[in-house]
């Protein structure tokens, strides 16, 4: 194949699942004002269902926020409370 110097493909068996590695020893916190978009992209690659990180998680014409905020308006309550508790950790870690 033409592009074999540049491409590989990896088939996984069944059953395989692959994890996130976030940037940081934490999640983000969702309070800090600097990394707000940083924050959304991560909770949504944690807690959307994906496949295609260019395609399954927000639209080329949604911001970060925007595709956040659509995807809480249907979330569950456990996904309300996964991302509190991410928050209540960082609370208690500013409270400390």
């Not at 080329?60 to 508790?85: C, K, M, P, Y």
């Amino acid at each position: 194949h033409p592009s074999h110097k540049h491409k590989q493909r990896a088939v996984r068996s069944h059953g395989h699942n692959n994890l996130p590695n976030f940037i940081s020893k934490y999640f983000p916190r969702r309070d800090d004002p600097d990394n707000k978009e940083f924050y959304f992209a991560c909770m949504l690659v944690l807690l959307k269902p994906w496949r295609n990180l260019r395609t399954d998680l927000k639209s080329v014409d949604q911001s970060w926020s925007e595709a956040f905020n659509a995807f809480l308006s249907s979330a569950t309550s456990r996904i309300h409370d996964i991302l509190a508790g991410i928050q209540y950790f960082h609370n208690c870690q500013s409270a400390a």
